[in-house]
């Protein structure tokens, strides 16, 4: 219940912060959807994983950047674009997902929660360094013609295509809310997630099921590799700040709340584009999540204190 | 027999607590009993595969269960209402009940008719059906428990402290449907409430530090000296 409440408060945060925003200064609505599109898409699987598998997955930008250059070569070679080649990444970083899954995570599923940070850890600077040796820190891009297309509104005039976010985290959204309540085997897992032993003991295979979440998991954020590469350039450090932000956004929405990642992007990606549209605060958009972050905790543990 | 526990050993860490049991379940309903901390919910949780025993044997409609992973002992057949319940709080009835039978090959193809079952039984849950689990009262979320067992139409039921935060015409009524199903499923069912229980057993095994001390019919147990100065109290 509580969960839901928090919900109710984001998403009508976000849907005031909106509003204002857009009477005010449209760019700002424009640009903060655009980038809460991609934040939502980005952390959604990491809270599944979260929310099912309990594991705080450091790893989970990487997991993309991993996935993004593996298309990035792809397309290069083939001439595929790399909206041809998300099912394949997400495939692909699906099964890499569960190989990785099965030798480390799973044999730290009962360590300390700090045991399972630093395996993830490690597993991040692994991929991360792994791609910087293989194919250097220097920046890779693919042009694409659709991808500048733009929309002009009286004086207004902006890039379109960055909204395919917007679209892809409220689909990944739904898609997840229908299976995890309307499937035989989404609602195991759901039951996983909420009580593992009791799960147990009505017949559901646990670690199978944790293998299936993770694995569903990778192939989401895999499949964001390779959307990834329409919207930015790619190098081994890309996916660590999406970690950051993405545990940070499924910090703030709680554990298991799909919808609630949703209203958080929004209130971060409207904030970081409010920043920007100031010359003098440009520099602090990159720091306004940690203080959101601040706000909510405090404001969580105020609200506890008083209950 | 339908269940068949040997010598069977087990504890935590360097705890030991079961010494060496052995019971049998046939087609009948049977009660453990004994004081707080004996170890009746150990043999429980080693017959589930939620404790690995240390020794023994243990013996499903033929097939060597000890050892075995729980979500296969349920499989095989074995529901278990937990003395913790172990419930989903934050799904409905409808999904806790569902659950119970989805991954259960006897159960699923008769899930309907179990719901009924069920939903008979404990008319609350009709009300309460799309209700949170984690919303109910301890002793509505017993009835759930057990009616998520039912819903699995298991060989064997096994009952672990079922009485536990039930008003008291709730557990005579427990106890009564418990003596109906008898007919067609095994009962194992662990209880403090031995006088209401002896109603619906057939037989029972006192355990206390982790061995068998006595072994007897329902009505034999009820004038056992040590079971009445022990359990029924005076
Ligand atoms: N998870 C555990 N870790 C360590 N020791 C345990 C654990 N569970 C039970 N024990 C110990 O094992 C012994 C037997 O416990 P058990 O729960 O089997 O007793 P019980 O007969 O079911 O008691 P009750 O009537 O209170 O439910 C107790 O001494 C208890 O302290
Ligand atoms: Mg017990």
């Known amino acids: 219940m509580a969960i839901k409440r928090r919900t109710a408060i984001l998403v009508a945060l976000g849907i005031v912060a909106a509003v204002v925003v857009a009477l005010w200064k449209p760019t700002v609505l424009i640009y903060g959807m655009q980038s809460a599109g991609l934040y939502a898409a980005i952390a959604i699987p990491m809270g599944l994983v979260l929310g099912i598998v309990h594991i705080v997955n450091l790893a989970h930008g990487e997991f993309m950047m991993v996935a993004a250059y593996a298309s990035y070569f792809a397309c290069t070679a083939s001439g595929m674009d790399p909206l041809l080649a998300v099912l394949p990444a997400a495939a692909v970083t699906a099964g890499f997902g569960l190989l990785v899954y099965k030798l480390t995570i799973r044999r730290a599923l009962k360590s300390p929660e700090l045991n399972q940070l630093i395996l993830t850890f490690g597993l991040a600077i692994t991929f991360s360094q792994g791609v910087n040796l293989l194919f250097s820190s220097q920046t890779r891009k693919i042009s694409l013609e659709y991808v500048s297309a733009s929309l002009t509104i009286g004086e207004l005039s902006f890039g379109v295509w960055p909204f395919v976010f917007v679209f892809v985290a409220g689909a990944m959204a739904y898609g997840l809310k229908l299976f995890l309540t309307r499937t035989t085997t989404g609602k195991a897992a759901l039951a996983v997630g909420q009580n593992p032993r009791g799960a147990a003991i009505v017949g559901i295979d646990v670690d199978r099921t944790y293998g299936l979440v993770f694995a569903l998991a990778t192939a989401l954020i895999g499949g964001m590799g390779a959307l990834f590469l329409t919207r930015s350039a790619i190098f081994p450090g890309v996916g660590g700040p999406f970690t950051m932000k993405s545990f940070s956004l499924v910090a703030m929405a709680g554990i298991g709340n799909i919808p609630g990642i949703l209203g958080a992007s929004v209130l971060l990606g409207l904030s970081e584009a409010l920043m920007r549209a100031f010359r003098g605060l440009r520099g602090w958009a990159d720091i306004i999540f940690f203080v959101l972050i601040m706000a909510v905790i405090l404001g969580r543990s105020i609200k506890g204190r008083k209950s | ?234």
């Open chain 2, 1 to 234: 027999m339908i269940l068949d526990v040997k010598k069977l050993e087990a504890g935590y860490g360097k705890l030991r607590v079961l010494d060496g049991i052995s019971l049998s379940v046939g087609k009948e309903s049977v009660g453990l009993f004994g004081p707080n901390g004996a170890g009746k919910t150990t043999i429980i949780n080693a017959i589930m595969g939620i404790v690995k025993p240390w020794g023994g044997t243990i013996e499903f409609e033929g097939t060597r269960m000890e050892g075995m992973a729980t979500h296969l002992v349920a499989r095989a057949g074995i529901a278990l209402v937990p003395q913790e319940r172990e419930l989903f709080p934050g799904m409905s009835v409808a999904d806790n009940l569902e659950l119970g039978a989805a991954w259960v090959p006897r159960g699923k193809p008769i899930m309907a008719r179990q719901l009924e079952t069920v939903l008979e039984l404990f008319p609350i849950l009709k009300e309460r059906y799309r209700q949170y689990v984690g919303t109910m009262s301890g002793g509505q979320q017993r009835m759930v428990a057990i009616g998520r067992a039912l819903m699995a139409n298991p060989a064997l039921l096994i009952l672990d402290e079922p009485s536990l935060g039930l008003q008291p015409s709730i557990v005579a009524e427990v106890f009564d449907r418990l003596a109906l199903l008898k007919k067609d499923i095994s009962i194992l069912v662990t209880e403090q409430n031995v006088r209401e229980s002896l109603r619906a057993i057939d037989r029972g095994y006192v355990i206390e530090n982790g061995a068998v001390v006595l072994e007897d019919t329902a009505a034999g147990l009820a004038v056992n000296p040590h079971v009445v100065s022990a359990y029924l109290g005076i």
